[in-house]
T-cell receptor, first 114, second 116 residues
Framework: AQKITQTQPGMFVQEKEAVTLDCTYDTSDPSYGLFWYKQPSSGEMIFLIY??????QNATEGRYSLNFQKARKSANLVISASQLGDSAMYFCATLGAGSYQLTFGKGTKLSVIP | ETGVTQTPRHLVMGMTNKKSLKCEQH?????MYWYKQSAKKPLELMFVYNFKEQTENNSVPSRFSPECPNSSHLFLHLHTLQPEDSALYLCASSQSMGGLSGTEAFFGQGTRLTVV
């Protein structure tokens, strides 16, 4: 069984500042993937970044980086230089190798303040 | 422009109605999914199709009936729904199932369903 915990229901960040969204996970799979998705008010879930459990380096995609600490079972998302368009819900998810079911957390609502 | 298109975007239906949600993906993916997103709850996987074959039904009530005529199209047929079925229904597709490489799912914009 897999579980994702996002402890921050809501976060505020000043425009152009960096923000960290927390995610901890629990899984019994020896090999797994961690994902972050963004969901703006329009409803679409937008894939942001992926980290494999055996990847040696933390994943980065433009302004997004994933702070992966395997021993702590955490996969925090860091957004640098926040923009107003970053205001959205952010979901952390995990997928076990051999599985097809993404397990999502409850999400964090990020609000970027001008 | 998303590669996964869902119609309609909004739907209001009575409990005795029959309606269908449609999902179409233009990404050449082999796996398609239906998720339900209720307020203040994590996304719940409902159904999974891989190469047009249903591989997962997460104890979904029979008033929800999926159909996958080909690997590009996925439907969710609805009948005699309850008010608690009101939610955002998201369709997703992925290139493959099982392996971790290239398994990121791409989602549509969802259908916001209200059952009255």
């Amino acid at each position: 069984a897999q579980k994702i915990t996002q402890t921050q229901p809501g976060m505020f960040v000043q425009e152009k500042e960096a923000v960290t969204l927390d995610c901890t996970y629990d899984t019994s799979d020896p090999s797994y993937g961690l994902f972050w998705y963004k969901q703006p008010s329009s409803g679409e879930m937008i894939f942001l970044i992926y980290q494999g459990s055996y990847d040696q380096q933390n994943a980065t995609e433009g302004r997004y980086s994933l702070n992966f600490q395997k021993a702590r079972k955490s996969a925090n998302l860091v957004i640098s230089a926040s923009q107003l368009g970053d205001s959205a819900m952010y979901f952390c998810a995990t997928l076990g190798a051999g599985s097809y079911q993404l397990t999502f957390g409850k999400g964090t609502k990020l609000s970027v303040i001008p | 422009e998303t590669g996964v298109t869902q119609t309609p975007r909004h739907l209001v239906m009575g409990m005795t109605n029959k309606k269908s949600l449609k999902c179409e993906q233009h990404l050449g993916h082999n796996a398609m999914y239906w998720y339900k997103q209720s307020a203040k709850k994590p996304l719940e996987l409902m159904f999974v199709y891989n190469f047009k074959e249903q591989t997962e039904n997460n104890s979904v009530p029979s008033r929800f009936s999926p159909e996958c005529p080909n690997s590009s199209h996925l439907f969710l047929h609805l009948h005699t729904l309850q008010p608690e079925d009101s939610a955002l229904y998201l369709c997703a597709s992925s290139q493959s199932m099982g392996g971790l490489s290239g398994t990121e799912a791409f989602f549509g914009q969802g259908t916001r369903l209200t059952v009255v």
